[in-house]
């Protein structure tokens, strides 16, 4: 064990995700387990700089393992971004005397981590969000849930489309990523998929609707990805609704899911996930290590730097900014693109599945 470490801080940031409570749960009895107490801090980095929180009994995380939302709630915390909101929250580890943090959440929380390890707070990520945009890991808490909810929406807009004879697009969340959307079109049988990540072919799409229903398909699912929406196109989804209808003269109708899939009680999956990173985190801060994301790559569970993740990512979404990547060899360089590329041709192969399993 690290060197005088005797309490560590827990937060979660960001937008909820189902599955953060199991984590928290499990790094607050990891932690008591190995001796060590735990503090939950309320709403995200708000909290720390605010001295929001609260010694952890064990027991103050029972019957929260299968409930969705966190019960250390979230903040979205500008005042954090700037200098004098970080050094508040130094200042409020310090008087609380917390050695080490564990927070769970986005890009966004990561950002935040690594900016108080650098300033002597051990700091320790776990993906938590929903849209699995963290594209250090291939699984990211909330993800599976978020899906499965997907899938029973959807399936219910399915058995009301065959009834009728009509088609439902349906928008899902994934402000940087298509793999809720892609995943559960296939899951739902989709005739078609608009992702962020790959070039939507209007015009074939309406033309595999088309020749389905001359098949006699009498539902039809489309599924957009939030992020596939373009930035300068409002209501870009049911502008779209509108002109399948148009083209196909099949009744259309849209649905935005949203926040609804944000709600939910973890699947075993998430909850499973989550325990293990939770875990995962309190040894990691305990063997001394800081400004890590614990993520779980081919099935095992491994970590990354944090600000190597962050560069990766968007490396990967391709918003990479002006030195980034100063001081990288090539080979690294190289490596790093590769991972990117082996990512995305995973998405590509799946998007051409799902074609290719399609009606049409
Ligand atoms: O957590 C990620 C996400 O669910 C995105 O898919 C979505 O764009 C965003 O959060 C919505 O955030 P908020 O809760 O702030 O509306």
């Given at each position: 064990m690290a060197k005088n470490f005797r309490r560590i801080g827990v937060l979660t940031s960001g937008g909820d995700a189902p599955g953060m409570n199991a984590a928290v749960r499990a790094v607050t009895r990891a932690a008591i387990d190995k001796g060590v107490e735990v503090v939950g801090i309320y709403e995200g980095y708000k909290g720390l700089i605010h001295d929001n929180m609260k010694v952890f009994k064990d027991t103050d995380v029972s019957n929260i393992i299968n409930i969705a939302g966190t019960a250390l709630y979230s903040d979205r915390c500008l005042e954090f971004k700037t200098e004098e909101g970080m050094q508040k929250a130094i200042a409020t580890c310090r008087e609380n005397q917390i050695d080490g943090i564990v927070a769970i959440g986005g890009d966004g929380t990561f950002r935040g981590a690594t900016d108080l390890s650098?300033?002597?707070?051990?700091?320790?990520?776990?993906?938590?969000?929903?849209?699995?945009?963290?594209?250090?890991?291939?699984?990211?808490?909330?993800?599976?849930?978020?899906?499965?909810?997907?899938?029973?929406?959807?399936?219910?807009?399915?058995?009301?489309?065959?009834?009728?004879?009509?088609?439902?697009?349906?928008?899902?969340?994934?402000?940087?990523?298509?793999?809720?959307?892609?995943?559960?079109?296939?899951?739902?049988?989709?005739?078609?998929?608009?992702?962020?990540?790959?070039?939507?072919?209007?015009?074939?799409?309406?033309?595999?609707?088309?020749?389905?229903?001359?098949?006699?398909?009498?539902?039809?699912?489309?599924?957009?990805?939030?992020?596939?929406?373009?930035?300068?196109?409002?209501?870009?989804?049911?502008?779209?609704?509108?002109?399948?209808?148009?083209?196909?003269?099949?009744?259309?109708?849209?649905?935005?899911?949203?926040?609804?899939?944000?709600?939910?009680?973890?699947?075993?999956?998430?909850?499973?996930?989550?325990?293990?990173?939770?875990?995962?985190?309190?040894?990691?801060?305990?063997?001394?290590?800081?400004?890590?994301?614990?993520?779980?790559?081919?099935?095992?569970?491994?970590?990354?730097?944090?600000?190597?993740?962050?560069?990766?990512?968007?490396?990967?979404k391709g918003t990479l900014k002006e030195g980034d990547l100063d001081g990288y060899s090539a080979e690294t360089i190289a490596e790093m693109q590769a991972f990117c590329d082996k990512k995305l041709d995973a998405m590509k192969k799946l998007y051409e599945t799902a074609r290719a399993i399609s009606v049409h």
């Amino acid at each position: 064990m690290a060197k005088n470490f005797r309490r560590i801080g827990v937060l979660t940031s960001g937008g909820d995700a189902p599955g953060m409570n199991a984590a928290v749960r499990a790094v607050t009895r990891a932690a008591i387990d190995k001796g060590v107490e735990v503090v939950g801090i309320y709403e995200g980095y708000k909290g720390l700089i605010h001295d929001n929180m609260k010694v952890f009994k064990d027991t103050d995380v029972s019957n929260i393992i299968n409930i969705a939302g966190t019960a250390l709630y979230s903040d979205r915390c500008l005042e954090f971004k700037t200098e004098e909101g970080m050094q508040k929250a130094i200042a409020t580890c310090r008087e609380n005397q917390i050695d080490g943090i564990v927070a769970i959440g986005g890009d966004g929380t990561f950002r935040g981590a690594t900016d108080l390890s650098v300033r002597g707070i051990p700091t320790i990520g776990i993906p938590g969000t929903i849209d699995n945009d963290i594209t250090s890991t291939d699984y990211s808490i909330g993800y599976d849930t978020a899906m499965n909810t997907v899938v029973e929406c959807v399936d219910r807009l399915r058995d009301t489309c065959e009834s009728h004879a009509r088609l439902n697009v349906i928008e899902v969340m994934g402000r940087n990523a298509g793999y809720i959307a892609l995943n559960t079109g296939i899951a739902c049988g989709a005739t078609a998929i608009v992702l962020k990540e790959i070039a939507f072919d209007e015009e074939a799409a309406i033309a595999d609707i088309i020749a389905a229903k001359k098949k006699g398909k009498r539902n039809f699912i489309v599924i957009v990805a939030e992020g596939a929406v373009p930035v300068d196109e409002k209501d870009y989804s049911e502008k779209l609704t509108k002109r399948i209808e148009a083209k196909t003269g099949i009744e259309c109708k849209f649905c935005r899911l949203a926040h609804v899939v944000r709600g939910g009680n973890p699947t075993l999956r998430d909850r499973v996930l989550a325990s293990q990173m939770g875990a995962a985190a309190v040894d990691l801060l305990l063997e001394g290590k800081s400004n890590l994301v614990v993520c779980v790559r081919d099935d095992k569970l491994t970590s990354m730097e944090i600000t190597h993740a962050l560069k990766l990512d968007r490396m990967y979404k391709g918003t990479l900014k002006e030195g980034d990547l100063d001081g990288y060899s090539a080979e690294t360089i190289a490596e790093m693109q590769a991972f990117c590329d082996k990512k995305l041709d995973a998405m590509k192969k799946l998007y051409e599945t799902a074609r290719a399993i399609s009606v049409h």
